[in-house]
């Protein structure tokens, strides 16, 4: 028998360093929301103990390397699990993009795999082993449009996002989230934390509110070591967006508007200079 997960993908609408932390980690603030643009998972379980994991693009890893055969190797190992599991992963979200793509792919499996095996997980189970495995992992258990704190392991559900079309553009650029945040000096930036406000405007469904107040402190680091990402932004405002952001420590750089039309006219614009872009809706 086969069960399939959806993966939705994640977008920042804000991202707040608050401090770097007495563990080396930071503090961080953030406002995430779903987008419906999703990787699909399939299941089949397996009588022999072994993890199994395949993948429609043939330069992801498939071994320990990757987060879908850590989680399973995790819930084995936790719940002293001897039946193995077979995965195949149908990619939609493109990878290494500050989109959460293989967080959401682990919480998929979680979720799966708290079904398929009778688990019975709490949310907050499926967040603590999540979390040994990214710090993405936890909000894509939840979903939704949530306020996320901590290192991204508190995660607090707030109002959806108001409805609209987000057109994301992702050059062919290599972003290490590790490297970012190892250069970011947050005691320089030069930056109001905007997530609270951004909250407060959706929790009142004042789009307008959250689309003047979107905001990212990574982009000091990531647009000074790649000048093209500052390009792309302000290239996606000329267009007429409403709002836009960076997502996650980049490079997908994020647009948002209410009308289609407009959505879909920087959509084409993008496409002749930027290698992947997609203009997709948020989710409820």
């Not at 929790?203 to 509110?209: F, P, R, S, V």
Request: aromatic share 8%; net charge neutral.
């Amino acid at each position: 028998m086969e069960w399939i997960e959806r993966a939705p993908a994640k977008i920042n609408l804000t991202l707040d360093v608050l401090y770097r932390r007495a563990d080396d980690y930071h503090e961080l603030e953030m406002i995430m929301s779903s987008v419906d643009l999703a990787d699909y998972l399939t299941f089949t379980p397996l009588k022999e103990d072994k993890i199994e994991v395949f993948t429609n693009k043939a330069f992801l890893p498939v071994d320990r390397r990757n987060h879908v055969y850590q989680i399973i190797k995790l819930v084995k190992e936790h719940y002293n699990i001897q039946e193995g599991m077979r995965v195949e992963i149908e990619k939609k979200i493109p990878v290494a993009a500050g989109l959460g793509g293989g967080s959401t792919d682990a919480a998929a499996a979680l979720r799966a795999l708290n079904r398929i095996w009778k688990l019975n997980m709490s949310v907050q189970e499926m967040i603590e082993l999540g979390m040994q495995v990214g710090t993405d992992v936890p909000y894509s258990i939840v979903g939704g449009t949530a306020f996320v704190s901590g290192r991204g392991e508190i995660v607090t559900p707030i109002n959806p996002m108001p409805s609209c079309w987000v057109v994301l553009a992702k050059p062919r650029i290599s972003v290490s989230t590790k490297t970012v945040f190892r250069a970011l000096e947050v005691e320089r930036l030069d930056y109001i934390p905007k997530s609270r406000i951004v909250a407060d405007a959706i929790e009142i469904g004042d789009y307008k509110g959250m689309v003047d107040n979107l905001s990212n402190a990574l982009e000091a680091v990531t647009f000074e070591r790649h000048p093209k990402l500052r390009q792309l932004s302000e290239r996606m405002e000329r267009y007429g967006m409403d709002g836009v952001t960076m997502s996650g420590s980049g490079p997908t750089i994020i647009g948002f508007s209410q009308n289609y039309s407009r959505a879909k006219r920087v959509y084409n614009s993008l496409r002749g200079f930027c290698e992947e872009v997609y203009i997709t809706r948020t989710l409820k």
